[in-house]
C-alpha cells in the first residue's frame, strides 16, 4: 500500500537553532499533506494544512512564522520549526492525500523533536 | 457530540492473545487509529485503518467495522515489552483527531 516516509523520527537540537522535518509520500501524487502536534499526554493537534504549490492554511493559535511548511511538490512536504525552544520539543506527525477530497488519508509515523 | 470507548485497563499473560476494543462516535469519519504508548514516551504509531476489514501487521492486527463504528487491537504472542497503553483515535471530518483515554495493557509471566 501507499506509504508516507517522514524524516527524521527523532532529532535533538539546542535551543535557538532551526529544525526541517520531511514528509514524503513514496509512491502516490500527494495533493493534501497535514501537519500534526502532540505533546505528552494530550492529543494530537492539527497544525496545518498545505495544498501543492500554494501556501499553508494554519490552524488558529499556530504561529505561521515559527513553523514554516512548504509544499513545493506533489511528494514532499517541509516543516521547519525556526529559533526552536524547549517549549516547541513535541511528537510531529504529517498525513497525505492522494486524489483529491475522497482520496485516502495516510500518516507518517512521526517525529520526535527535543530541543535543549 | 464525539466520543470514543476502549476498556481503561487489561491484563494477559505472556505468550497469549489480546483484542483491545474500541467503539467511536465523531462527526465525519476519515480514518481510525491505534498507537501505542510506554510510560513517559511518545506515542508510537501501530496502524490505521479507513476500510472495513483487517489489517495484520506481524504480531498485531487491526479492525474496522465502519457501520458499527467498532475497531479493534488484536495482540499475539504477547511479549513483557507488550506492556503499554493503547491508544484508539478516530480522525473526524475536520481531519482532528478524537482519542480514547487509553487501554493499559498489563502482561504477566
Known amino acids: 500500500g501507499a506509504v508516507v516516509s517522514q524524516h527524521p523520527s527523532r532529532v535533538i537540537c539546542k535551543s535557538g537553532t532551526s529544525v526541517k522535518i520531511e514528509c514524503r509520500s513514496l509512491?502516490?501524487?500527494?495533493?493534501?499533506m497535514f501537519w500534526y502536534r502532540q505533546f505528552p499526554k494530550q492529543s494530537l493537534m492539527l497544525m496545518a494544512t498545505?495544498?501543492?504549490?500554494?501556501?499553508?492554511?494554519?490552524e488558529q493559535g499556530v504561529e505561521k512564522d515559527k513553523f514554516l511548511i512548504n509544499h513545493a511538490s506533489l511528494t514532499l512536504s517541509t516543516l521547519t520549526v525556526t529559533s526552536a525552544h524547549p517549549e516547541d520539543s513535541s511528537f510531529y506527525i504529517c498525513?497525505?492525500?492522494?486524489?483529491?477530497?475522497?482520496?485516502?488519508?495516510?500518516f507518517g509515523e512521526g517525529s520526535r523533536l527535543t530541543v535543549l | 457530540g464525539q466520543n470514543i470507548d476502549q476498556p481503561t485497563e487489561m491484563t494477559a499473560t505472556e505468550g497469549a492473545i489480546v483484542q483491545i476494543n474500541c467503539t467511536y462516535q465523531?462527526?465525519?469519519?476519515?480514518?481510525l487509529f491505534w498507537y501505542q504508548q510506554h510510560a513517559g514516551e511518545a506515542p508510537t504509531f501501530l496502524s490505521y485503518?479507513?476500510l472495513d476489514g483487517l489489517e495484520e501487521k506481524g504480531r498485531f492486527s487491526s479492525f474496522l467495522s465502519r457501520s458499527k463504528g467498532y475497531s479493534y487491537l488484536l495482540l499475539k504472542e504477547l511479549q513483557m515489552k507488550d506492556s503499554a497503553s493503547y491508544l484508539c483515535?478516530?480522525?473526524?471530518?475536520?481531519?482532528?483527531?478524537?482519542w480514547g483515554a487509553g487501554t493499559k495493557l498489563i502482561i504477566k509471566p
Open positions: 498545505s495544498n501543492e504549490g500554494s501556501k499553508a492554511t494554519y
Open positions: 485503518n479507513v
Open positions: 465523531t462527526s465525519g469519519f476519515n480514518g
Open positions: 509512491d502516490f501524487q500527494a495533493t493534501t
Open positions: 498525513s497525505a492525500r492522494g486524489g483529491g477530497d475522497a482520496g485516502e488519508l495516510f
Open positions: 483515535a478516530s480522525l473526524d471530518s475536520n481531519y482532528q483527531l478524537i
